[in-house]
């Protein structure tokens, strides 16, 4: 976590809405279910990055269209900047890992 956004994170307004997000996306994965898979998520990711300058932007930080539940291989794959997806699903449903 950033030290600017400490602060935030660890906020009851962040706690309430992070629940709210989790419970509205059932702890399920939003960027696996797009591709087909069903896989429980850890994280509540905000879209739209907070930085310092939009920190203190609830339209941002708060926003329930601005965060999405992920895994951790989604975030970890949101965050470096990939642009093709880690697994896809085969015609008979079975889970292909890309290299």
Sequence with gaps: MK????????????QKCREQIWQRDKGLCQE????GL??????????IP????????????LNPDNLE???RDCHALIHSG?????????????VIIEE
């Design 50 to 61: 907070i930085t310092p300058m939009n920190i203190d932007d609830a339209s941002i930080t």
């Design 32 to 35: 696996c279910l797009k591709k």
């Design 69 to 71: 539940t992920v895994c």
């Design 38 to 47: 069903i896989k429980a998520g850890d994280t509540v990711h905000h879209i």
């Design 82 to 94: 990939r642009e093709r997806p880690r697994y896809k699903v085969d015609e008979l449903g079975r």
């Design 3 to 14: 030290e600017y956004a400490k602060r935030f994170y660890k906020s009851q307004t962040w």
